[in-house]
């Protein structure tokens, strides 16, 4: 079955930087579309940034020049850099893969929390 496990959330001041990872399982990882959701408290889960399987990326706006998204598809894993970090970036941060019909039908990962103090 397909797993992804999100590390490396932590907490950080404003200004800092952290790197998540994903490591997937159970699934053919070269061929799916991969990407990172966020969840703050009291507000919709929002994708951030995506990754096609050719390489086709997309990033929010909210964090467009800030974040990094990649892929090792030799490892199986998804990583996000995030640099700069304000207090808003603060959320549950979730791996996603997507589903033949769109994000809603793939699969996600257990998130790892991100805090950014000020």
């Known amino acids: 079955q397909v797993q992804l496990v999100e590390s490396g959330g932590g907490l950080v001041q404003a200004g800092g930087s952290l790197r998540l990872s994903c490591a997937a399982s159970?699934?053919?990882?070269?061929?799916?579309?991969m990407g990172w959701y966020r969840q703050a408290p009291g507000k919709e889960r929002e994708l951030i940034a995506s990754?096609?399987?050719?390489?086709?990326?997309y990033y929010a706006d909210s964090v467009k020049g800030r974040f990094t998204i990649s892929r090792d598809n030799a490892k199986n894993m998804l990583y996000l850099q995030m640099n700069s970090l304000k207090p808003e970036d603060t959320a549950m941060y979730y791996c996603?893969?997507?589903?033949?019909?769109?994000?809603?039908?793939?699969?996600w990962g257990q998130g790892t929390q991100v805090t950014v103090s000020s």
């Open positions: 996603a893969r997507r589903g033949t019909t769109g994000w809603a039908g793939g699969y």
């Open positions: 159970g699934m053919i990882f070269s061929i799916a579309a």
């Open positions: 990754i096609s399987n050719i390489g086709l990326i």
